[in-house]
């Protein structure tokens, strides 16, 4: 998705659509310089008002960038839990989804990634974007809890290790391979691909096959 000045659309606080101006002045400005690249001076002028208003709604250039990543927490949680989809028809095929579904936000909503992922806002600035952080991520840790039900019971690992590792590989994939913004490494295969094989080697050697029943 690309961000830009619209041609045409009023902006500016007495349209009342200031907050809304300064979401996508920042997700321009993070699409073009990076989300330490820019100033809240920078994200006023892009929306078309004066240095002064943004702080009708945002304290500081911070509150502006939780509140975006907090957005796209939020956008990402749902498209999780859409691709994860409570691990239906089967478990494993649930959980490929739910791998792409992270490679897609990646490469499909760049700015929000940046944002949530690399502009070093703390979750503990906003209980919001804590709260959307922590949703995100129990699509995840859902999955995992199901799937370590497949695997032998003699050390079956704790779902949580086993989230935090599939989350691990799943966002190194996608942030050196699977971004759409310039700072995409080439790879001489899908990402797609690359975290498929990744997680079926992981899965394997914690004794787990697709199709494989219920552990005893």
């Known amino acids: 998705m690309k961000w830009g000045k619209p041609d045409n659309e ?18 321009a400005l993070i699409a073009e310089k990076g989300p330490a690249g820019f100033t809240f001076a920078d994200a006023a002028r892009w929306a078309g008002v004066s240095p002064a208003a943004p702080y009708r709604h945002y304290r500081d250039r911070e509150a502006l960038l939780a509140d975006v990543a907090r957005r796209g927490f939020e956008l990402f949680a749902a498209a999780l839990a ?27 909503q760049p700015a929000y990634y940046s944002a949530m992922f690399e502009a070093g806002v703390p979750l503990d600035a906003d209980p919001q974007l804590r709260e959307a952080s922590e949703t995100a991520f129990a699509v995840l ?18 779902a949580l290790m086993v989230a935090l590792h599939v989350w691990s590989m799943t966002h190194g994939i996608a942030s050196l ?15 797609e691909e690359l975290l498929e094989a990744s997680v079926l080697i992981y899965l394997r050697g914690l004794g787990l096959t697709a199709g494989a029943p219920p552990g005893d």
Not at 178 to 186: E, K, N, P, S, T
Request: hydrophobic letters at 40%.
């Open 82 to 108: 859409k691709a994860w989809d409570e691990g239906r028809p089967d478990l494993m095929r649930a959980f490929d989804r739910l791998g792409k579904s992270y490679l897609d936000f990646a490469k499909n």
């Open 141 to 158: 840790r859902a999955a995992a809890e199901k799937l370590v039900l497949l695997m032998p019971a003699k050390g079956r690992p704790p």
């Open 10 to 27: 009023p902006r500016g606080y007495h349209h009342g659509n200031l907050k809304e101006a300064l979401v996508r002045a920042a997700l």
């Open 177 to 191: 391979f699977g971004r759409g913004d310039a700072a995409r490494r080439a790879l001489p295969m899908p990402a």
